[in-house]
């Protein structure tokens, strides 16, 4: 186990905030280096804080990514009652056990997606955490395979539904697939449920590049919304199709070099930038095996900011500059996001050193 697990333990137990930055960058320190053994040491001390009617909401997240089909076992054991979720255990847990691939829990997860009487958090919780377990639909127990396909197919075409439901569409085997889901988005769904739509598009591969593409850049979409969270599956989904960021500036500066709808550039330079800040903040893995943006800071940064000749700024600060449609609120969006960029390439530039460095002397 990690020293510094032990230490945010400790650190927690004497009164300190789980959402203190220190601690809250301890955190992710120790989801990037520690093991399973860290994962216990969290789930024995938000077991003990739960005793005394505490919730440490950050001891999840690495018993989720750090844990094993053991500790999720053991989860499962305790967090439900008469096969109800217990009052004070939170919906998280859902996809926590599902994550940890408990497959018995298979059962509960699909009452969890399905229920009417569910809340929006136990529904999303229960829809992630089936992503993670077998779902072909010939080989579910026939009550889970009609149940969950009579499902999508009843809120199909609907504007409000359970929005990670059509997450599933492809593990279910659904005949509309990702061109359906797409018309779904474009036609009828509101944008309080595109998520689900987005994320279920994502799951039908790399094959969907074009489509994904096509829905970020469309305004109707509102792919890039913070309030509704969808920004944060958009990233997700443009990563696990492989979407790089570099093509996504590239077609901005084309669009920024056109004639373009004054509405449709706006929402083009914000959604570009929402990604970007996404790309330096999000850290988190909601599923297990999806695929990650792995574009280098280094290269964003260039193609954004830099010239390509001392006597033309033709970078895309330049060109958001020149642009008849877009005010001085995009040029100060894209320049916070230059100091902070700048701040990451600096990072991004010392790891690469100090790994370097490590494999050197470990040749040696």
Not at 160 to 176: D, I, Q, T, V
Not at 228 to 238: D, E, P, S
Not at 295 to 318: C, I, M, N, P, Q
Request: proline residues 3%; negative net charge; hydrophobic residues 40%.
């Amino acid at each position: 186990m990690l020293e510094l697990t032990q230490h945010w333990i400790q650190r927690i137990t004497v009164g300190e905030s789980e959402y203190d930055i220190e601690l809250a960058s301890m955190m992710s320190a120790i989801i990037d280096y520690g093991d399973d053994h860290d994962a216990r040491a969290m789930y024995h001390f938000w077991s003990a804080q739960r005793q005394q009617h505490v919730q440490v909401h950050a001891c999840l997240e690495p018993m989720m990514r750090l844990g094993d089909t053991e500790l999720g076992r053991e989860l499962y054991r305790h967090i439900f009652r008469d096969g109800i979720l217990k009052d004070d255990m939170p919906a998280e847990l859902l996809h926590v056990i599902g994550y940890l691939g408990v497959d018995e829990a298979l059962d509960r997860l699909v009452h969890y997606a399905l229920a009417p009487q569910a809340d929006w958090q136990q529904q999303q919780a229960a829809c992630l955490g089936l992503l993670h377990l077998p779902l072909p639909h010939l080989d579910l127990p026939k009550p889970y395979a009609i149940r969950m396909i009579a499902a999508l197919e009843h809120i199909w075409g609907q504007s409000l539904f359970h929005e990670f439901l059509p997450a599933l569409s492809c593990k279910l085997g659904m005949s509309g697939g990702a061109e359906g889901l797409e018309q779904w988005g474009e036609q009828t769904a509101s944008t309080d449920c595109n998520a689900g739509l987005i994320l279920g598009i994502a799951m039908y591969g790399s094959s969907q590049q074009d489509r994904l593409r096509r829905i970020f850049w469309n305004p109707i979409w509102e792919a890039d919304n913070t309030g509704t969270g969808t920004c944060v599956w958009t990233y997700l989904a443009l990563g696990h199709v492989g979407i790089s960021l570099t093509v996504l500036i590239d077609d901005l500066k084309q669009a920024l070099s056109q004639e373009q709808n004054e509405i449709i550039i706006r929402h083009q330079a914000s959604a570009l930038c929402r990604m970007l800040n996404l790309k330096l903040d999000y850290r988190h893995q909601p599923i297990r095996w999806l695929n990650r943006n792995t574009d280098s800071l280094t290269e964003l940064y260039r193609l954004l900011y830099g010239w390509s000749s001392a006597h033309k700024d033709d970078s895309v600060s330049g060109l958001l500059a020149a642009h008849p449609a877009l005010g001085s609120f995009y040029m100060d969006e894209y320049e916070t996001l230059r100091q902070r960029m700048e701040l990451a390439v600096q990072y991004e530039v010392n790891a690469d050193l100090l790994a370097s460095g490590l494999r050197k002397k470990h040749r040696k």
